[in-house]
């Protein structure tokens, strides 16, 4: 590893994940007794952040967190992780904080209440330009305000910044977006939500890359992943068979994962492979940051899957 390679800078969420584990996912009105309550590190953007750290590659974070019980405590677990906490300021009120409902075989339902997250701002984005436009790839998701992302990704472009826009949760987006994000990364229900119905992976990824996208990853769990580039080819990765527990923040270590491979030279195939191994691995361990797995780990499931 040299320290001349450009960070991966993750612009994104920092949340305290309050994860109770249910026999059944409860219906309207119905009270369910639970097995386990744990609190936790997580956040889209954070959990990124620590997949790429994981994996020994240099990475930023910007993000807010709140002067309250788990603000310093989340900046100190993304200390403890390496990764670079320059850009992440403590602002009065809540941080962000996600109740997390995991179900029997890792399937997660999830209610976000933003906080900080929601006081990262474009004046506040224009004050870590230097850091952000220093990267070589930066890395966003939709849990800060809509105005912050199309912001920096507008400053990315500018700069010439690839950006992995991760679009979780789906909400409406800026046209900007389409046009000037390099990778795409939606799972299922994002995909379904941007078009507007459920398509087969290889239409709704042809779809996608129309609205302007340069690259799209259809992340699609057990069935593996879509990669398809604008005016290339398009082909599926595998999936890696694990005894999984807990799903949460997969989908964030696949991003990570993906964007250090990327980062490091290899091409789209066995970046996305390397990604989905990571990705598979983090679901047999509980927690999202927790969970995010070493290089070595994900080597070895490699070589154990040729
Ligand atoms: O992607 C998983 C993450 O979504 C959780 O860690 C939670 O904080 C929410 O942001």
């Known amino acids: 590893m040299t320290s001349s390679r450009k960070p991966i800078v993750v612009v994104g969420s920092i949340n305290m994940d309050l994860v109770a584990r249910t026999p059944k996912t409860p219906v309207p009105g119905q009270t369910v007794i639970g097995t386990e309550f744990t609190t936790t590190p ?35 677990q993304l200390k403890a992780a390496s990764v ?22 890792g399937q997660n339902s999830i209610v976000v209440i933003p906080g900080a997250n929601h ?8 004050q870590k330009k230097a850091l952000i436009t220093a990267a070589g790839m930066v890395l966003l998701q939709l849990e800060l305000p809509m ?22 949760p789906a909400m409406q987006l800026d046209e900007k977006v389409w046009t000037q994000s390099a990778w795409f990364t939606p799972n299922q229900t994002e995909t379904a939500f941007y078009l507007g ?4 992976p ?57 964007a250090v491979q990327l980062m490091e030279g290899k091409d789209r195939w066995s970046a996305a492979l390397f990604a989905s191994a990571a990705a598979a691995l983090s679901t047999t361990k509980r927690g999202a940051q927790a969970s995010m797995p070493t290089r070595e780990e994900v080597e070895s499931l490699l070589a154990h899957n040729r």
């Open 42 to 76: 997580g956040g889209k953007g954070a959990n990124q952040a620590v997949a790429v750290a994981r994996l020994g590659y240099p990475v930023q974070m910007v993000g807010m967190v709140g002067e309250d019980v788990f603000g310093q405590t989340l900046i100190d």
């Open 84 to 105: 670079g906490v320059e850009g992440v300021a403590k602002v009065p009120g809540p941080s962000g904080i996600a109740s997390i409902l995991v179900a029997p075989g």
């Open 119 to 126: 006081k990262v701002d474009p004046a506040y984005i224009e």
């Open 147 to 168: 105005e912050t992302v199309v912001y920096t990704i507008e400053m990315c472009s500018k700069a010439h910044v690839p950006v992995m826009l991760d679009p979780a």
């Open 197 to 200: 119905t459920k398509l087969e």
């Open 202 to 258: 290889e239409t709704a990824a042809r779809e996608l890359l129309m609205r302007g996208l340069k690259g799209v990853v259809l992340k699609r769990g057990s069935e593996g992943t879509y990669v398809a580039v604008a005016g290339g080819k398009a082909a599926w990765v595998r999936p890696f068979p694990v005894e999984t527990v807990d799903t949460v923040g997969a989908g964030d270590c696949f991003n990570g994962a993906f």
